[in-house]
């Protein structure tokens, strides 16, 4: 007994491992339970578009509907007799669908999808089954039906939708290693493309959301896996401080997107001074900013750090013959469509069957009592004799009927009161029988041209039913927004040269500029080594740092001048070169890579500038020129790898700044894309012109207001734009405009003479309306008159507006264009003219960055300068940060 104990308090002290084998009812049940959430609960089904408590709250509203308002409680105490779950889930699928506004006619505080606000209790809001839904959802003839859950009802197991109900609603779930996400879709679109699948025609959906806003579709893969849409809330510039969100990215709410903006503003990504939501019907968001903050980067920081854009991946998942099926929305219509007409053919036969049944009854009550084969009963006793009399009475006369007279049929005649036999109209008979023959006829034409009968029956649902549902959601391709372009830089950076730290945490030390955490900085030392990095508190580069910077990715204009020597006692050399793109964290070397290699002469210049610099050599031998200078311009811009040009192989005992430099980069050619509504310099879209530094873009919109600006490809413009172009200073602008004060029509030239200012060049009067603008030179209008009755209509005017009255002031009335009553006001071509050409410096062209042999460009070689090639960019006086040794 001890030594059997000793056992177990040994197997105690070093317990085994057991594998036990996960069998039986778990596996069992797991499976069990993923198949029904996935078939019961979270995918609808493709031959309704409905998820099963979603068709169960259809069916009990059907079965309660008396065209009377139901309380939403009663609906859905009603339909857990069909759904084996709790109320709250069905009041809450119950509002998801009243929120749609297509299936149900809803009464009361239904939550709002602009706020979030959630709905009232169901017991104090009330709901019906809409005219849509009467006429689209329900069929009882043609609907196949089920024992409900506890065998007490029937319900059916798929109600006979006749439209593409899944992708106008769109639908949402996630189930047991799966989920689904397809986007609601545009009601007037489906039926369109309904139409053309049954022609025989291409066709394209995309997405159209509730809450309107932008969306960028170009990603969409056809509501596949892997596919994207891109959406933006619409937001337009009230006045200089002030912004207005007027339509929501689906997928948010007013208090959600508002939560974003404060969030990013906590953070320093952008500055907002208040919020104001007075959203009411309508979405409207006040963003009110700091005085001197550009509105036009903020629009952009909105899209890049909040949720005023987001990125949603659909997934298109629905139920087929009880299994998940992955299909795209082009084929979900398509199959919605084809059911739909099949659903048509069923409902056109059950009517045919019906009508030549009450042909056939009304044929033999005809019969029955024209021939007077009722009087043929009255000798007989028993039930079997009455009927074999009258299927006697009947043989004579029935050739002519469609299908044999049965005992049934001979029963209801016999059911036929003496008074309506009294009554019996023959010619009224008749005229019933024809009408039904009519019908029949009809009936039977519809399902020989079956597809003809469906594509009216999807007209009839876009005359009926298609008013007030017009797209909602702006189709737009956007362009990406760089967020290191627009973020607010909230951030310090400092550097200790000497040591070799940059950092946001060195506030002792020298301070650079503003940054932000998102930033990259590109650093240069005294060795010819160059890195960017990631802002951080504190960063060792490397001691002797001669220049840190924010760095610009694809930055074509920034262009560093450097002078070098190679090595400890080797020759100095000279080289331009960009920095567009580099391996974060990775040490470049600029030099030759020989030991000992320092950097005489560095200058980083925004705008392409080449300075003037004088080269110092150092007493030695028999050298007799000491002392020149050298023009950067002579140098090409090439790779960051390059060698240089030779300077001189003597020892340089400094290199000085003579003179600053202009820009060596040519005008740079921008271009406005109608499509994103942005400027490029890409070649995208419409070439506006070539555009200097000082150079200005003029824009004039409906509302007749003008303003010139320097071109930033962040710019946004409003719809109601009319001009958009290169500005010229001293060339007028016409304008022919209605003044609703005096209800008079005036013309007026100007010139603009404040530049950067917005101004309005017509009267503030609520009538008055800007009819032409023109900046030509010379230009011509038409003026067509309006006809008087009882008078002939005046021949059409010309005028030359540059005759007709001389510039004047922006606010000037201008001179009145006539007393007769206007049609309309033409621009036409304008007279031919010699603008005055631009004067400029002369451009230098472009050469490609490679490696070039080295020249000498030593002073006894070269006494003057020459213009050099550099890249196609746009000219720029700004001044270069420079850097001496």
């Known amino acids: 007994m001890i030594e059997e104990g000793d056992d177990l308090i040994n197997e105690q002290d070093e317990p085994k491992e057991t594998i036990t084998r996960v069998t039986g009812m778990y596996k069992d049940w797991f499976l069990d339970y993923a198949s029904y959430v996935i078939l019961e609960r979270a995918v609808p089904a493709i031959e309704d578009g409905f998820k099963p408590v979603q068709r169960r709250i259809m069916h009990s509203m059907k079965d309660l509907d008396d065209g009377r308002y139901n309380k939403v409680?009663?609906?859905?105490?009603?339909?857990?007799?069909?759904?084996?779950?709790?109320?709250?889930?069905?009041?809450?699928?119950?509002?998801?669908?009243?929120q749609k506004d297509l299936l149900i006619d809803t009464q009361g505080n239904w939550g709002n999808i602009l706020t979030g606000d959630r709905a009232a209790a169901s017991r104090y809001i009330e709901a019906r089954i809409s005219k849509f839904g009467l006429d689209v959802v329900f069929n009882p003839k043609i609907t196949e039906w089920q024992a409900s859950y506890d065998g007490r009802?029937?319900?059916?197991?798929?109600?006979?939708?006749?439209?593409?109900?899944?992708?106008?609603?769109?639908?949402?779930?996630?189930?047991?290693?799966?989920?689904?996400?397809?986007?609601?879709?545009?009601?007037?679109?489906?039926?369109?493309?309904?139409?053309?699948?049954?022609?025989?025609?291409?066709?394209?959906?995309?997405?159209?959301?509730?809450?309107?806003?932008?969306?960028?579709?170009?990603?969409?893969?056809?509501?596949?896996?892997?596919?994207?849409?891109?959406?933006?809330?619409?937001?337009?510039?009230?006045?200089?401080?002030?912004?207005?969100?007027?339509?929501?990215?689906?997928?948010?709410?007013?208090?959600?997107?508002?939560?974003s903006i404060l969030k990013a503003n906590d953070k320093g990504k952008i500055k907002v001074k208040k919020i104001e939501d007075n959203t009411a019907a309508e979405v409207e968001i006040l963003v009110h900013l700091p005085s001197g903050l550009s509105p036009d980067k903020t629009i952009d920081a909105l899209y890049a750090f909040t949720s005023c854009e987001s990125s949603i991946s659909p997934l298109g998942c629905v139920i087929e013959d009880n299994k998940p099926l992955f299909i795209g929305v082009s084929e979900m219509l398509r199959r919605s469509t084809d059911n739909t007409v099949q659903l048509l053919k069923q409902e056109l036969e059950i009517k045919l069957?019906?009508?030549?049944?009450?042909?056939?009854?009304?044929?033999?009550?005809?019969?029955?009592?024209?021939?007077?084969?009722?009087?043929?009963?009255?000798?007989?006793?028993t039930w079997e004799g009455v009927i074999a009399a009258i299927d006697n009475?009947?043989?004579?006369?029935?050739?002519?009927?469609?299908?044999?007279?049965?005992?049934?049929?001979?029963?209801?005649?016999?059911?036929?009161?003496?008074?309506?036999?009294?009554?019996?109209?023959?010619?009224?008979?008749?005229?019933?029988?024809?009408?039904?023959?009519?019908?029949?006829?009809?009936?039977?034409?519809?399902?020989?041209?079956?597809?003809?009968?469906?594509?009216?029956?999807?007209?009839?649902?876009?005359?009926?039913?298609?008013?007030?549902?017009?797209?909602?959601t702006e189709i737009r391709t956007f362009d990406d927004v760089d967020a290191t372009k627009v973020v607010i830089r909230n951030t310090k950076l400092y550097v200790n040269r000497a040591e070799g730290f940059i950092g946001t945490s060195l506030r002792r030390d020298e301070y650079v500029g503003d940054c932000s955490?998102?930033?990259?900085?590109?650093?240069?030392?005294?060795?010819?080594?160059?890195?960017?990095?990631?802002?951080?508190?504190?960063?060792?580069?490397?001691?002797?740092?001669?220049?840190?910077?924010?760095?610009?990715?694809?930055?074509?204009?920034?262009?560093?001048?450097?002078?070098?020597?190679?090595?400890?006692?080797?020759?100095?050399?000279?080289?331009?070169?960009?920095?567009?793109?580099?391996?974060?964290?990775?040490?470049?070397?600029?030099?030759?890579?020989?030991?000992?290699?320092?950097?005489?002469?560095?200058?980083?210049?925004?705008?392409?500038?080449?300075?003037?610099?004088?080269?110092?050599?150092?007493?030695?031998?028999?050298?007799?020129?000491l002392k020149w200078d050298i023009d950067f311009a002579d140098i090409l811009i090439k790779g960051r790898v390059s060698k240089g040009n030779l300077v001189t192989k003597y020892p340089v005992k400094r290199v000085e700044l003579k003179e600053k430099g202009v820009s060596t980069l040519k005008p740079r050619k921008i271009w406005f894309d109608e499509t994103v509504q942005r400027i490029n310099v890409d070649g995208r879209g419409e070439l506006i012109g070539?555009?200097?530094?000082?150079?200005?873009?003029?824009?004039?919109?409906?509302?007749?207001?003008?303003?010139?600006?320097?071109?930033?490809v962040t710019m946004h413009f409003d719809d109601d734009m009319l001009v958009l172009e290169k500005w010229v200073p001293k060339k007028p602008i016409s304008v022919v405009y209605y003044n609703g004060e005096k209800e008079l029509y005036y013309v007026k030239r100007f010139l603009?003479?404040?530049?950067?200012?917005?101004?309005?060049?017509?009267?503030?009067?609520?009538?008055?309306?800007?009819?032409?603008?023109?900046?030509?030179?010379?230009?011509?209008?038409?003026?067509?008159?309006?006809?008087?009755?009882?008078?002939?209509?005046?021949?059409?005017?010309?005028?030359?507006?540059?005759?007709?009255?001389?510039?004047?002031?922006?606010?000037?009335?201008?001179?009145?264009?006539?007393?007769?009553?206007?049609?309309?006001v033409n621009l036409l071509d304008p007279l031919p003219y010699d603008a005055p050409e631009e004067v400029h410096a002369d451009d230098l062209e472009v050469v490609d960055e490679k490696e070039v042999s080295s020249e000498s460009i030593e002073s006894e070689s070269k006494s003057s300068s020459t213009s050099s090639d550099v890249p196609d960019e746009t000219k720029n006086d700004d001044e270069g940060q420079i850097t001496l040794f």
């Open 73 to 98: 409680a009663n609906i859905v105490g009603h339909t857990m007799q069909y759904h084996p779950h709790g109320d709250a889930s069905i009041a809450d699928a119950m509002v998801q669908i009243g």
């Open 153 to 259: 009802r029937k319900e059916p197991i798929n109600l006979p939708v006749m439209f593409p109900l899944l992708l106008a609603q769109g639908g949402e779930g996630i189930a047991v290693g799966l989920s689904t996400k397809i986007l609601p879709h545009n009601f007037i679109e489906l039926i369109d493309a309904s139409i053309k699948h049954l022609q025989g025609k291409k066709f394209t959906l995309l997405p159209d959301f509730p809450t309107a806003g932008i969306a960028d579709f170009s990603g969409y893969n056809d509501g596949l896996r892997g596919g994207k849409v891109r959406v933006r809330a619409r937001i337009s510039q009230l006045d200089k401080n002030t912004l207005v969100i007027s339509e929501l990215p689906f997928g948010t709410t007013t208090s959600s997107l508002i939560d």
């Open 353 to 381: 069957r019906e009508f030549e049944e009450q042909w056939h009854f009304a044929s033999l009550e005809r019969i029955f009592i024209e021939n007077r084969i009722y009087r043929d009963i009255e000798e007989e006793e």
């Open 393 to 472: 009475g009947l043989k004579p006369y029935i050739k002519h009927l469609k299908r044999a007279v049965t005992e049934d049929d001979i029963v209801r005649l016999t059911e036929i009161r003496i008074k309506r036999i009294s009554k019996f109209d023959i010619d009224k008979a008749q005229q019933k029988i024809d009408a039904l023959e009519e019908q029949i006829a009809e009936i039977r034409h519809h399902l020989e041209n079956l597809v003809d009968y469906a594509i009216a029956y999807f007209q009839r649902l876009k005359k009926d039913y298609g008013e007030g549902r017009e797209r909602k």
């Open 517 to 625: 955490d998102i930033d990259d900085i590109i650093v240069f030392t005294k060795e010819g080594k160059m890195m960017v990095t990631k802002v951080d508190a504190k960063t060792f580069i490397g001691k002797d740092i001669i220049y840190v910077a924010v760095f610009k990715k694809k930055d074509k204009r920034t262009i560093y001048n450097m002078i070098y020597r190679d090595g400890r006692g080797g020759p100095s050399y000279i080289k331009r070169f960009a920095v567009t793109s580099i391996t974060r964290d990775r040490e470049y070397d600029l030099t030759n890579g020989n030991k000992g290699s320092v950097c005489l002469y560095f200058s980083a210049n925004p705008n392409g500038e080449a300075e003037v610099v004088t080269v110092n050599l150092r007493q030695a031998g028999s050298i007799k020129k």
């Open 690 to 712: 070539e555009f200097r530094g000082e150079d200005k873009l003029l824009i004039i919109t409906q509302s007749g207001m003008v303003k010139t600006v320097t071109p930033e």
């Open 752 to 824: 603009i003479e404040q530049e950067g200012r917005e101004e309005s060049f017509i009267s503030d009067h609520p009538n008055s309306q800007l009819e032409i603008v023109s900046t030509d030179w010379r230009p011509m209008a038409e003026v067509v008159y309006a006809k008087e009755r009882g008078k002939d209509r005046k021949d059409n005017l010309e005028i030359n507006l540059e005759e007709f009255i001389a510039i004047k002031g922006i606010t000037a009335l201008g001179n009145q264009l006539t007393k007769e009553k206007i049609n309309q």
